[in-house]
């Protein structure tokens, strides 16, 4: 394949040790709980693996191998390392990687004081050091249905909430189950091991004097508190020898803790651990849940974590690998910068196993984007297996791969939102005859508002668009699909992507000119809404007119940081993810919110991974959140209620927006039931899915036909 100039670095060979790889894009260890209970290898782990090396990746490394399986596991699926039985499986997933000329490392890993799967079986954690377990931080912002689900998790749970501190001996023991456990990679034919030294983990709990209190050779100084680790880096090279590549993931900094990590210590131990015999060194970062792991390891600002990588590249005379939100345009930069040697990817790889090769042919418009939801992350809070928001078959590879269709069928997808569009591509990829329409003037539905207020959404609401215009599919817009024009086209399939029905809750003065509904808003960016004057319906008119690309996503973004029809106080009613997002997009624009939800949840529907995170900084942007509300009456003011202490309230507002709900949008499928061969539901028309759901259902009624 010839390698687009754009990407030379990131595109060319590296080495790790005596390792030699393809590209420098490594796919960072992930916890997928893909892998069996019992830590054996299945075929389900391996399709996972083996369709990310088809992709391109350099270099593979699965994640929390489990050394002392099953004790320390933190997710219910992990691969166990800890005997010889596990490493005929290991064998296969090794040839499996390797069919495609990726290489395939693990991460040896072993849960400490947050070893949820020893919580959850009656045991109690083991720690550098004895301690309470702050379960209250994950509670923070947790929804009335998510708790029994959590108590359920860890009904078995000892009856004391804390970690036992490790003995001496007990660690000598552990040490030689890192080293036993390299020795089991290797004998499967594995390429190489990563030991996870960061990320709250049994190891990282040495390093970090936020939780090391030992007073013994084990804790203290900085050096003392590096003994573990590099015991564990020995006893790995006395069983490996000294050519196989061993290489250590570790923490550059903590983010948020008292008495964290440093920058300072974090370059400092890269010293050791370089002088102890690594091949290289990952460096990531910690934050915690109470920063949502915002900043590290699940990083939100792109690149947040180069820097450190960057520090400790000049400090060491090994590859360093960094990580964190880098995509290929910022990782060919920081390659080329020098800041490191090679460059990790987990969720963009999870979300598009192509990305190394769209990448490498400048097909770049063909990469499915990660949109941040955390949706992936967050299943391991529950334990559960990982799913993409974006990528129905991460997981279910060979349940929901796409093959050619038998028969080519013609096919019909009413509505042009995500699971509309995902139905069309997926639909068209199996070789069928596929048109979709939507009443309205463009592509994307309600992801075309979402893309407004949330820019996160809108590369995948431009990726979709793209696979509409790539593929052999015929669009038609401005065109509203009846039972007539059904009847008129005679399809063999319809699939109906026509959203939901917004409603709005039947508040006293909820007709007011200054209250705006959901499907206000909407209209309000499209200029059709009634609650507009002529005079501003005709300006965006005009200007759209004289400026086509002025309603792009992001011109419409822009322009509603200079000017929107809304009071400078807003109070949203209904506490919805929609709802906050919206909030934030508001206050973002000079508008000081308040939101008022009658029940005690809020973004109930936001994945918890990403929730911890988005409702303290929405509260720390000055957005006023009341729950658990009782609503008496919209006046011209503002909103009167009943606080949840009993208080009568008036909230000063000049806008109120009605955030309402959603209802299946199903009279379509009603009238022409009996009249076509296959008709599908997918998305809001069905219940209320949102991006994720959308594009799951679209993804499965495409492979139904």
Request: aromatic residues 6%; glycine residues 10%; hydrophobic residues 40%.
């Amino acid at each position: 394949m010839a390698v687009t100039p754009r990407f030379r670095k990131l595109l060319e060979p590296g080495r790790i040790g005596k390792m030699e790889l393809k590209n420098r894009i490594v796919q960072s260890a992930m916890g997928t709980s893909l892998e069996r209970e019992d830590g054996f290898v299945d075929d389900r782990i391996k399709d996972f693996y083996e369709e990310r090396a088809k992709g391109g990746v350099g270099l593979i490394v699965m994640g929390i191998g489990a050394i002392d399986h099953p004790d320390g596991k933190v997710l219910p699926g992990q691969l166990g390392l800890s005997d010889d039985k596990f490493i005929p499986g290991l064998k296969e997933m090794a040839e499996a990687v390797h069919r495609h000329g990726a290489k395939l490392a693990i991460q040896l890993q072993r849960g400490g004081k947050i070893a949820t799967e020893d919580m959850c079986h009656g045991r109690q954690p083991v720690s550098s050091s004895a301690g309470s377990i702050p379960m209250g931080d994950a509670m923070q912002d947790m929804g009335a249905v998510e708790i029994p689900r959590l108590a359920a998790r860890f009904a078995n749970m000892p009856a004391k909430l804390e970690s036992v501190e490790l003995t001496v001996e007990q660690i000598h023991q552990i040490v030689e189950k890192f080293g036993e456990a390299a020795r089991r990679v290797k004998e499967a034919g594995i390429d190489g091991v990563e030991i996870h030294a960061a990320h709250g983990y049994l190891l990282s709990e040495f390093l970090s004097r936020s939780c090391n209190k030992r007073t013994d050779e084990y804790g203290g100084v900085l050096k003392n508190r590096a003994r573990i680790v590099l015991e564990v880096v020995k006893a790995v090279r006395d069983r490996v020898g000294a050519d196989y590549p061993v290489w250590i993931r570790m923490d550059g900094r903590e983010f948020g803790l008292e008495d964290g990590i440093t920058t300072e210590e974090g370059t400092e131990l890269a010293r050791m651990f370089e002088e102890a015999g690594v091949a290289a060194i990952n460096v990531s970062g910690y934050g915690g849940i109470r920063g949502g792991f915002y900043d590290a390891p699940i990083v939100y600002p792109p690149g947040n974590l180069v820097s450190l990588a960057q520090g400790i590249k000049k400090v060491v005379n090994i590859p360093v690998i960094a990580v964190g939100r880098i995509s290929a345009e910022l990782g060919e930069e920081v390659l080329r910068q020098g800041k490191a040697d090679f460059i990790a990817m987990a969720r963009a790889i999870l979300a598009d196993p192509e990305y190394p090769h769209k990448v490498a042919s400048g097909k770049m418009e063909d990469i499915r984007p990660c949109i941040l939801c955390y949706h992936c992350v967050s299943q391991a809070f529950w334990g559960e297996p990982v799913f993409c928001a974006v990528n129905a078959a991460a997981g279910k590879e060979a349940e929901l791969r796409i093959e050619s269709a038998k028969q080519p069928k013609k096919v019909l997808v009413v509505g042009g939102g995500p699971g509309g569009m995902e139905s069309a591509r997926v639909a068209a990829l199996r070789g069928h005859d596929v048109t979709i329409c939507d009443k309205g003037r463009r592509l994307g539905g309600s992801l075309v508002f979402a893309s407004v207020a949330n820019a996160d959404n809108e590369d995948f609401l431009n990726y979709l668009i793209a696979q509409m215009g790539k593929l052999p599919i015929t669009v038609k817009l401005g065109v509203e699909v009846t039972p007539a024009l059904i009847e008129d086209i005679k399809p063999d399939v319809v699939i109906l992507a026509l959203g939901g029905n917004l409603t709005t809750p039947q508040i006293p003065g909820a007709a007011l000119p200054s209250v705006l509904s959901g499907k206000d808003l909407r209209q309000m960016v499209s200029g059709t809404s009634e609650k507009l004057s002529w005079w501003q319906k005709r300006a965006l008119f005009l200007a759209s007119a004289l400026m086509p690309g002025l309603l792009s996503v992001p011109s419409l973004r822009r322009l509603t940081g200079y000017w929107m029809p809304l009071g400078k106080r807003v109070a949203i009613i209904g506490g919805d993810m929609v709802a906050c997002e919206l909030a934030k997009f508001l206050v973002e624009r000079g508008r000081e919110v308040t939101i008022l939800e009658s029940s005690t949840d809020m973004a109930i529907e936001m994945a918890i991974g990403r929730r911890w995170n988005f409702l303290p900084r929405l509260r720390e942007a000055g957005v006023t959140i009341l729950k658990n509300v009782d609503f008496e009456e919209i006046t011209p003011h503002g909103v009167n209620i009943t606080d949840s202490e009993g208080k009568k309230q008036a909230i000063a507002a000049d806008t109120v927006v009605l955030a309402g709900g959603m209802e299946p949008n199903q009279a379509l499928s009603q009238q022409i039931e009996g009249k076509v061969p296959q008709i599908h539901l997918v998305g809001d028309c069905s219940e209320l899915r949102l991006i994720h759901g959308a594009v799951e259902d679209g993804y499965r009624a495409a492979l139904a036909i």
